[in-house]
């Protein structure tokens, strides 16, 4: 997958939250469990954790009030600013919350990413462990996590109702140009207010009494406007019908990473993780826009040619649903692979970012752990770019055991969307079976 959105921040539509888990029967569940371990094996994904590792994780949640409030006198303590996360039905971490204040003529925005740097640093097991598997690994209905979840989803996850060690980036953003009018990077305290779901979010945008709407609603007015300047900027948009609360979460965490790494290159000039995205070459641009202006009721207009990106933007736009989907694979097909390089040169062109890296997601990505690490004490891992190769080879490896997952579940009769958003619940009686493994299992 390349970066044509957030990088993957965002991916669960909402649906899980209106029906059940997907039922299937135990032959099926059985099926799926040998094809994940074939996968496993193939790629060199560990499901679990070494004993020392969990040892470690398990000894860093003890005491967590002392060790937060004796933090407090070395960080910012921010847990009177209101705060929320919002997060996909099933997610089972929260490492991301935001703050938000209209100040007049500024957008005074925060972006609140939880300090896992204080927690897995590089004397630790866990750290080695996270470079060892280089990501999270998210199958339908099956995660195998980067750092233990013990450790994940307690006092690295920002839970609602509890202080937690954060890592806050504070935007200040002229209403005009969106541009940094101040910005800072720095460890604070957060007590986040309430954790929403996506769909959560989009009822306190419709209900004016709900608590949390003026939040979300001046959230939403910063992201949308965020959102149109990067297409008039000319980033490529592949999800044009993304719903409110989606456009919220992902704004607001690129112009956070977009943040940090303009700040390590330009304000420290040091080496960092940055993402870098090639570009395909002329030719491979016009095969695609061929094949896009060829598709049953598509066409892009005439003044949005100059830029690819914007002719495929504009023809998104306009192009009937059922086509959308033809559109992003004739894009992808030619998409060289985003990887991460030790220097941002060459920028990322789907974004069409100069400078562009990972910081929001340091419970499952390396990158963003690394980055949060050189950001707090400006030192650069000496294997920084076995690093930057390390996480980008993983990154591979987890997409395409993704890619062979679905396949499979699809030549079972499952739908991997809807397992991927629901669920599944594994019946005894096969009555009651939402699928059944078909009598020919595939090889």
Sequence with gaps: MTDTAADGETADDGTA???????????????????REELFEEFGIADGFPPEVLAEAEARTEEVDEEIEAELDERQDLRDLTTWTTDPIDAQDFDDAISVRDEG?????????????????PESEMWSEAVQRGNTVYLPGYTIHMLPPVLAETVCSL??????????????????TLSFEELDIYKSVVRSDERLTYTQCENRLEDPEAP???ENALAYEIAEQLHEQRKEDGSLVLNPSRDRAHTIIEECMLKANKAVTHELMWERGVEAMYRVHPQPTPEQWDDALREIQELNGVSIPGGSWNDPRKAVN??????????????????????????????????????????????????????????????????????????CDRASDRQKDAETAERLYKEHMEELGLDPYAVNNRGVEVVDDPAEATH???ETLPD
């Design 212 to 214: 949390l709407h003026e």
């Design 436 to 438: 059944e493994a078909p």
């Design 17 to 35: 939250e209106s029906q059940g888990p997907v039922k299937i029967t135990e032959r099926l569940d059985e099926a799926l469990a040998d094809r």
């Design 314 to 387: 504009a023809a998104m736009e306009e192009a009937p649903g059922r086509a959308l989907d033809k559109i992003q694979r004739a894009v992808l097909k030619v998409m060289p692979r985003a990887k991460y390089m030790n220097d941002p040169f060459g920028g990322h062109h789907a974004l069409n970012f100069d400078i562009y890296g990972h910081f929001t997601s340091p419970i499952r990505r390396l990158s963003d752990l690394i980055n949060h690490w050189i950001v707090h004490t400006n030192d650069v891992p000496e294997d920084l770019i076995a690093l």
């Design 159 to 176: 839970v609602p109702q509890e202080d937690r060690l954060a890592h806050t980036v504070e935007m200040r953003l002229d209403k005009e």
């Design 105 to 121: 003529d500024e957008y005074h925005l925060w972006v609140h990413i939880a300090d896992v740097s204080h927690y897995v640093h």
